[in-house]
């Protein structure tokens, strides 16, 4: 990839004269300043000289891996091994005497704008330390980031390619173009990774579970966008959206948004909802122009693993967040349990997405909860759609059990129409550490639900969360204030 670099070597002090000539040139190449130059080079100096005398015992030999990424305005090094386990506490106490600032991880913290320690399980450790640089670095030349939704090019230019544009619902033969538009956007990150597979393609489209919209020019497959049906539910995602980046910026993206909600009203679908990321933007504005409004912002929904060409994002090695846009076409008016503890947030939701309802009263205590794991995500999520007299015990146990599977991520969704009891319900599950996401419209059995999520994984970005509406910048920050709270 451009911009990117690795060296692996092995853990031997002297092979960091090459690491440590490289490393100039390669600063000196995109015009990274002298100072902050020689300060990066010390910081990884440092890191692999930890990993040399303490990762492995005396006389193991060992693999010492360093890669290099460079963005815009800054420079990120991540120097992994294999050896012994590290205690993050360390970490979280430096700097740990001003005294000692040249040695070890003191100097690495003084040295650079970032440090953090990630662990990787099967693959070891590694410590990543980012360094800016106060001008603009000279890089090579990145395609374009585009927002898809025709902003970025001329009129005229635009209705030259819609005279061309033809915007329909999938095709058997589709197939194979909409693979290597993912491709062309992903590389080999997307998570859905069926959509490589183009027979998987056909068959997900002939049962029903998706359905699709694709752009064609002249021969040539340039855009998808589709429905993914949620199970018990007669709603669907909006997802997959691509467009091929030689043609983005030309609101092939707009025309397929258009045919896809027309689409989703042809098939007498409840409510659509979208999970944009939040590394960007441009998704979240897209969603707002077709009328859907932000409900909830899952932190840790998008698995690290995720890349999209061409776009510098730093902070590579996080699971990313998103935000969930619902636009409901089922506005029946609904009789809701709402936690005293959440009630203006979830009010709100509802406010925003046009939904009427009402506060309800009495209803059972009937205990209903089940575990939903998604191994591709590696996430969980606990269901909850009746609580017991002994539900705090209860969900407790059901929580280890979900905890078994090992998931980055954990959720609990609360049905906002059958769970009397939700106060006691919300307050048993903070709790065990669980705090506010916010509201899934439709999402089982025509029912809403109240979404709260934990964090099992260390690895969740929290701080560079990109939202586009004011609603989702308040909810960013209550989100971040309530699990300062558990």
């Known amino acids: 990839m451009k ?9 031997d002090i002297e092979f960091f004269k090459p690491v440590r000539s490289f490393l100039a040139e390669l600063c000196a190449i995109v015009s990274f300043p002298k100072k902050e130059t020689d300060e990066l080079i010390e910081a990884v100096w440092e890191l692999f000289e930890n990993a040399v005398e303490h990762a492995y015992e005396k006389d193991e030999e060992g693999i010492i891996e360093i890669e290099c990424e460079i963005f815009h305005n800054g420079i990120k090094i991540d120097v992994r091994d294999e050896g012994l386990p590290f205690d993050p506490k360390i970490l979280g106490q430096v700097p740990l005497d001003l005294k000692e600032k040249n040695k070890g991880l003191n100097r690495v913290y003084l040295l650079v704008d970032s440090l953090k320690y990630f662990n990787l399980g099967l ?20 395609v374009g980031f585009y927002s898809d939704i025709g902003d970025d090019l001329d009129q005229t230019t635009k209705e030259h390619i819609k005279e061309r544009l033809i915007v329909r619902s999938f095709q058997e033969g589709d197939e194979v173009g909409i693979a290597r ?10 998570f859905k990774d069926i959509f490589y597979f183009p027979e998987k393609i056909v068959q997900k489209e002939r049962s029903g579970a998706i359905h699709s919209i694709v752009a064609q020019i002249d021969d040539k497959i340039v855009g998808h966008f589709a429905l993914v ?5 007669n709603t669907a995602e909006i997802g997959i959206a691509v467009v091929d980046p030689n043609f983005k910026g030309m609101g ?6 258009e045919k896809l909600i027309q689409k989703a009203k042809e098939l007498g679908l409840s409510a659509l909802f979208g999970e944009a990321v ?15 409004a932000p409900t909830a912002l899952q932190l840790g929904e998008v698995h690290q693993m995720v890349r999209l060409k061409g776009h510098k994002y730093p902070f590579r090695d996080t699971r990313g967040a998103t935000v ?3 636009l409901v076409f089922k506005r029946t008016l609904r009789k809701i349990f709402i936690p005293k503890r959440y009630q203006e947030w979830i009010k709100k939701s509802y406010e925003l997405c046009n939904v009427p309802f009402e506060i309800a009263e009495g209803g059972e205590t009937k205990e209903k909860i089940a575990i939903e794991h998604n191994a591709t995500f590696n996430i969980t999520a606990i269901v909850i759609d009746g609580a017991g007299i002994n539900f705090e015990e209860r969900v407790t146990a059901i929580f280890e059990e979900a905890v078994k599977k090992h998931p980055d991520m954990v959720y609990a969704d609360i049905c906002l129409q059958s769970v009397a009891n939700i106060d006691k319900v919300v307050e048993a599950l903070r709790k065990l550490g669980f705090f506010y996401c916010g509201v899934l419209f439709l999402r089982r059995q025509e029912k809403d639900y109240l979404r709260m999520q934990l964090e099992l994984a260390e690895n969740i970005e929290e701080q560079n969360i990109v939202c586009y509406s004011d609603f989702c910048k308040e909810l960013h920050r209550f989100i971040l204030e309530d699990k300062k709270k558990i």
């Open 3 to 11: 911009n990117r670099f690795f060296i692996k070597t092995y853990n």
């Open 123 to 142: 693959h070891g450790k590694k410590f990543s330390v980012i360094k800016y640089a106060p001008l603009h670095l000279r890089l090579k030349e990145d």
């Open 181 to 190: 538009l993912i491709y062309k956007n992903y590389g080999y990150t997307y």
């Open 229 to 233: 049906m949620v199970p018990n539910s």
């Open 252 to 257: 092939i993206m707009k025309v397929m948004f």
């Open 278 to 292: 939040t590394f960007h933007p441009y998704s979240q504005r897209a969603n707002a122009r077709f009328g859907f």
């Open 324 to 326: 969930v846009e619902y």
